[in-house]
């Protein structure tokens, strides 16, 4: 019984980083194109999502791609019905 205990930790800690590593890459990109207010929210957004999986033991690089794809059609929405354009956004699409 500890050693499962001991293995639970270890993938806790194991997703713990995973997941800080794929929020911090998503939320450096949208600081990059929308600013910060705008990857707050994102920030948010994306760990509502990953808050609301089942199972976060059995995550594959597909699942969080997955969380983070939701988090940034949300900030398309978002974004794009506001009409927010920026110049760092006209760059990177150039």
Same mark, same amino acid.
């Given at each position: 019984?500890?050693?499962?205990?001991?293995?639970?930790?270890?993938?806790?800690?194991?997703?713990?980083?995973?997941?800080? @590593?794929?929020? %911090?890459?998503?939320?450096?990109?949208?600081?990059?194109?929308?600013?910060?207010?705008?990857?707050? =929210? +994102? &920030?948010?957004?994306?760990?509502? @999502?990953?808050? %609301?999986?089942?199972?976060?033991?059995?995550?594959?690089?597909?699942?969080?791609?997955?969380?983070? =794809? +939701? &988090?940034?059609?949300?900030?398309?929405?978002?974004?794009?019905?506001?009409?927010?354009?920026?110049?760092?956004?006209?760059?990177?699409?150039?």
């Amino acid at each position: 019984m500890e050693q499962s205990r001991c293995v639970q930790g270890q993938c806790a800690l194991s997703l713990r980083r995973l997941a800080e @590593r794929e929020l %911090s890459a998503f939320m450096s990109a949208v600081t990059e194109l929308y600013g910060p207010e705008q990857a707050r =929210i +994102a &920030a948010e957004d994306w760990i509502y @999502r990953f808050e %609301s999986t089942d199972e976060p033991f059995e995550f594959t690089t597909g699942e969080w791609r997955r969380i983070t =794809i +939701a &988090a940034a059609s949300r900030l398309a929405t978002r974004v794009v019905g506001s009409g927010y354009k920026t110049t760092r956004l006209k760059q990177a699409l150039a």
